[in-house]
């Protein structure tokens, strides 16, 4: 497996472990923030749309039908 891939699958992974203890999880850069709680999380599992996809590129984040490279984000939980 793809180093990138398997470092996305991990953080997917990370990120919904800490979903299920009901954190919220905040993806930052710079001056963007992405917040994703576990009710959006939960909105997504629902109608069976991944929220994250892991490709050899790296991490991605769905937005509407488009995905948007997130990989160089940092990754935190609150």
């Not at 800490?18 to 994703?36: D, F, H, M, P």
């Not at 050899?56 to 948007?68: C, F, P, T, V």
Request: net charge positive.
């Amino acid at each position: 497996m793809d180093e990138r891939k398997d470092r996305a699958t991990r953080a997917i992974i990370w990120m919904g472990e800490r979903i299920a203890e009901g954190r919220t999880v905040y993806l930052t850069q710079y001056a963007s923030r992405i917040e994703i709680t576990p009710k959006l999380w939960a909105r997504f599992e629902k109608v069976g749309k991944a929220l994250f996809r892991a490709s050899s590129d790296g991490l991605y984040i769905a937005r509407g039908k488009q995905w948007d490279y997130v990989g160089y984000h940092r990754i935190s939980a609150i």
